[in-house]
């Protein structure tokens, strides 16, 4: 291929109907171009044109019953996209708007993602567009069963990993692995973000937010900054905007924003630990919006169908879905004064937004920025094989430890005079290690 511009008109070509998977891509190859093409070996061997397509995409009808006794059907998948380093490993996501697009392009997200952990993992993605809102708990078990009655044959502590994602937190996990062990009469380490009292590992739950805190933390300490004092406007109010806002208030930073679908709260006294578990509550609840804290909290305020970008604050972070932050959103949060944007939603930018946000502050990507919940996936598979427990402490100076080295990885890739390109950065440090293992594999 001569030009990017003809390599994504084959990816395209190729996977029709696909704009999100065309968004994750490009957004790698145009960061990737030059240092791949110094590699005549890689170009020889195709690497490019070979990591753009998944080993494997499953899906699969996942039949259930509701409460009132009707039947409903679902559509599963699992793309297994790469393993040339590890065992695919990659979240489940059930929400109304997964399809084979999105699952495509957090299972490529994924690949370059878990090479950064330094752990040896490949990548992957799952889920459905099966809605929790709203079920009961039965409904969310009954379906979690029939899921895993058709995707137990395509994983294994071995083969490929879950774990969870959007709508999929510790209570889906428990309902898949119960009815994984009962299929294959086998305790492993299938899934990560167990429960810790059956083989999960200490600080799962947090380590996506805790690990885009400590990333935020080099960044800022490169700047002599710090999260001290800072104001921080979130999205979200579930796992990851939970473990974020955690850590942000042990550093004295104070966050004022949280979101759903239906629109953002803005709390002007910020969130305190106790607010911050009420999040929790939230979540399981499968049925409040972000507008319930503000009937809990009621000096609060409540901002239907907007997103919380507008609020004057020092630090972003996006901590819901893709493409949650635009150009506009960018330019309003540059206005107000936002030095640091962290996209921990995977791929929450806009292409757009994610270029101007590089542009007018320090920008962090997902890819580099949330891999601290797969790194502690990665521990928790290492600590299910030793049949041994670390303490949280240890759980989390490893996290610190990975998160450092992810930091360093994005400086010394994505150096551009004095500033770094954490995009570019990310992008070519994960790349380069999934492209030589696939080297070195022969064409498989
Ligand atoms: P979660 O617990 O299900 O929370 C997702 C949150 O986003 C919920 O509060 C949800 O509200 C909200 N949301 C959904 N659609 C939205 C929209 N259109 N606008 C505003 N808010 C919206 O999921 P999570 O695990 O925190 O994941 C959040 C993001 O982080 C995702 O992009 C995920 O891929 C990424 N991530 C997660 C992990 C992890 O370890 N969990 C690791 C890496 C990256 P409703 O419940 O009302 O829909």
């Not at 071995?158 to 969870?164: E, H, L």
């Not at 885009?212 to 406007?233: C, E, H, P, Q, V």
Request: charge should be neutral.
């Amino acid at each position: 291929m001569k030009s990017i511009a003809e390599f994504m008109d084959m990816v395209k070509a190729r996977n029709p109907n696909e704009p999100e998977f065309h968004q994750a891509v490009h957004e790698v190859v145009e960061t990737i171009w030059d240092a791949y093409h110094a590699n005549p070996r890689m170009v020889k061997g195709k690497i490019l044109e070979r990591i753009v397509e998944p080993e494997r995409a499953i899906s699969f009808r996942v039949p259930w019953i509701d409460d009132k006794g009707e039947i409903q059907v679902n559509r599963g998948y699992r793309v297994q996209f790469n393993s040339a380093i590890g065992p695919y490993k990659g979240g489940l996501r059930f929400h109304p708007s997964v399809n084979l697009s999105i699952l495509k392009f957090l299972g490529f997200e994924q690949m370059f993602k878990n090479a950064l952990t330094t752990l040896p993992m490949g990548g992957g993605k799952g889920g459905s567009d099966f809605n929790p809102k709203g079920r009961s708990d039965n409904e969310i078990m009954r379906f979690c069963q029939s899921f895993m009655t058709e995707l137990y044959r395509h994983i294994g502590p071995d083969t490929d990993v879950p774990a969870g994602d959007i709508g999929v937190g510790g209570r889906e996990i428990g309902y898949m692995f119960g009815q994984y062990k009962r299929i294959v009469k086998e305790f492993t380490g299938v899934f990560t973000g167990k429960g810790a009292t059956w083989g999960g590992s200490l600080i799962r739950p947090e380590a996506t937010g805790y690990g885009a805190i400590y990333f935020g933390i080099d960044m800022l300490a490169r700047n002599n900054d710090s999260f001290k004092g800072k104001t921080i406007a979130l999205s979200g109010f579930g796992n990851v905007t939970w473990g974020s806002i955690k850590k942000l208030i042990e550093l004295g930073a104070k966050c004022v924003t949280i979101s759903g679908p239906d629109g953002y709260v803005y709390d002007e006294e910020g969130f305190n630990e106790e607010k911050c578990e009420y999040l929790l509550d939230m979540r399981a609840s499968c049925n409040d919006q972000a507008e319930d804290y503000v009937k809990k909290y009621p000096k609060a305020k409540f901002f239907a169908n907007t997103k919380p970008w507008g609020v004057k604050c020092d630090v972003a972070v996006l901590c819901a879905i893709q493409n949650e932050c635009n150009v506009d959103d960018v330019k309003k949060l540059a206005e107000n004064g936002c030095k640091l944007l962290l996209e921990v939603s995977n791929m929450g930018c806009t292409a757009d937004g994610a270029k101007l946000a590089h542009e007018k502050m320090l920008f962090a990507p997902g890819k580099a920025v949330n891999a601290g919940g797969v790194a502690v996936s990665g521990l928790e598979m290492t600590q299910n094989s030793e049949r041994l427990n670390w303490t949280a402490e240890e759980v989390d100076n490893k996290l610190k430890h990975i998160m450092h080295s992810i930091h360093d990885a994005c400086v010394k890739h994505g150096k551009e005079g004095e500033r770094i390109n954490y995009i570019k950065g990310a992008n070519v440090a994960g790349f380069m290690k999934v492209a030589s293992a696939m080297l070195d594999q022969g064409v498989v």
